[in-house]
């Protein structure tokens, strides 16, 4: 059994920053992918950043510059660093982790207002 634990959203102002955590705890030998997804209301979940296990990345073209994945191989953790962020990057974030099967965080809500 896996469990992914997300932390860190919130309500930000335009142009703020915020620090998404999740940890995968459990019986873990091996987290090959992990990454970030997320879901606005009335569209579909939709990947915004993801990490292999020897740390290759990529984006969804909205967030290029603006957000950084990385992650602690030791805890089982990623992390995605917001910057810069819009009103059209509120949504509620899901982690993800590939190991023997597809894992899913419970989401955590962001919301960029003013």
């Known amino acids: 059994q896996v469990q992914l634990v997300e932390s860190g959203g919130g309500l930000v102002q335009p142009g703020g920053s915020l620090r998404l955590s999740c940890a995968a705890s459990?019986?873990?030998?091996?987290?090959?992918?992990m990454g970030w997804y997320r879901q606005a209301p009335g569209k579909q979940r939709e990947l915004v950043a993801r990490?292999?296990?020897?740390?290759?990345?990529n984006y969804t073209d909205s967030v290029k510059g603006r957000f950084t994945i990385s992650r602690d191989n030791v805890k089982n953790t990623v992390y995605l660093q917001m910057n810069s962020l819009k009103p059209e990057d509120t949504a509620v974030y899901y982690c993800?982790?590939?190991?023997?099967?597809?894992?899913w965080g419970q989401g955590t809500q962001v919301t960029v207002s003013s």
């Open positions: 993800n982790a590939q190991l023997s099967g597809d894992y």
């Open positions: 459990g019986s873990i030998v091996r987290v090959d992918n």
């Open positions: 990490i292999t296990s020897i740390g290759n990345t």
